[in-house]
């Protein structure tokens, strides 16, 4: 099973993009982020037409996640499913084959200690308690998605220059860390241990030619599914051209 994570900044700017690229490469799964539209607005039927399925949560403009597959999808939940009333479209779940897959797309936090930043590292701890209360039986989960951190200092272009700012500063990194510790593995890690592997770049001051990037998108998977984990990478081609997404797909393979 290939599973794929891809912030796409904006599904319906980007519809044919990413008709093209599933055509092309053909994975099981794909898990977007930041689909920017309301439920009525996703393109189910052109998916569909293209061999997928799709479960998607959204809402007018922002955030937005979804997920699809060339298999049926199954026990499909939206949001974190807790007591806290929340508006903004940030989870989405649902059991593929063995694997119960979710798409995460947590909040960027806007500037160490504002209260956008406070809400993020909430989130993060509403997130813990989903998984720990609700997926404990699920021997195969991956947790996918945009999470905002980039976990260590090999995971950024400049770790001087970015060391305590947004997505670096040390409780951030400490909640995504905190997050793992629910028996989560960072799949690239399994196979790519070196410096300079990047899965966003900002759109200004030619970062992408000068790989002056982040690593903030990962595949998390439970301990049985990383242990048939047997390849993980980062699709830096789809970051190339004109009107890309800020952010490359990450992916992840399991002999399944």
């Known amino acids: 099973m290939r599973i794929v994570s891809w912030n796409i900044n904006s599904l319906r700017k980007r519809q044919?993009?990413?008709?093209g690229w599933l055509a092309g490469t053909q994975p099981d799964v794909v898990c977007l982020q930041e689909t920017k539209c309301t439920d009525e607005q996703f393109?189910?039927?052109?998916?569909?037409?293209?061999?997928?399925h799709s479960a998607f949560h959204g809402q007018k403009s922002y955030n937005g996640v979804a997920i699809l597959s060339r298999s049926v999808l199954?026990?499909?939940?939206?949001?974190?499913?807790?007591?806290?009333?929340?508006?903004?479209a940030r989870v989405i779940a649902a059991t593929i084959g063995s694997v119960r897959v979710y798409s995460i797309y947590a909040p960027n936090g806007q500037a160490v200690g504002?209260?956008?930043?406070?809400?993020?590292?909430?989130?993060?701890?509403?997130?813990?308690k989903r998984l720990r209360e609700k997926e404990t039986s699920a021997e195969h989960l991956a947790v996918c998605g945009d999470f905002?951190?980039?976990?260590?200092?090999?995971?950024?272009?400049?770790?001087?220059?970015?060391?305590g700012a947004i997505m670096c500063s040390e409780?951030?990194?400490?909640?995504?860390?905190e997050l793992c510790g629910e028996g989560l593995t960072d799949t690239l890690r399994i196979h790519h241990p070196e410096t300079g592997l990047f899965s966003w770049w900002d759109y200004r001051m030619?970062?992408?030619p000068k790989n002056r990037g982040l690593r903030i998108d990962a595949i998390l998977a439970s301990q049985a599914l990383a242990a048939r984990c047997t390849g993980a990478g980062i699709d830096r081609e789809m970051r190339k051209g004109?009107?890309?997404?800020d952010h490359a797909p990450v992916w992840a393979e399991f002999d399944l």
Do not use: M
Request: overall charge negative; aromatic content about 12%.
């Open 43 to 52: 393109p189910e039927l052109a998916l569909r037409a293209a061999g997928y």
């Open 16 to 19: 044919e993009r990413l008709l």
């Open 114 to 128: 504002s209260a956008a930043y406070d809400y993020k590292l909430k989130w993060y701890r509403r997130l813990r």
């Open 242 to 245: 004109k009107e890309t997404s």
């Open 206 to 208: 030619l970062a992408f």
């Open 171 to 177: 409780k951030e990194r400490a909640a995504f860390q």
């Open 74 to 88: 199954q026990d499909v939940r939206a949001s974190l499913c807790d007591e806290e009333e929340d508006p903004q």
């Open 148 to 163: 905002n951190v980039a976990p260590k200092d090999e995971d950024v272009f400049d770790p001087a220059l970015w060391r």
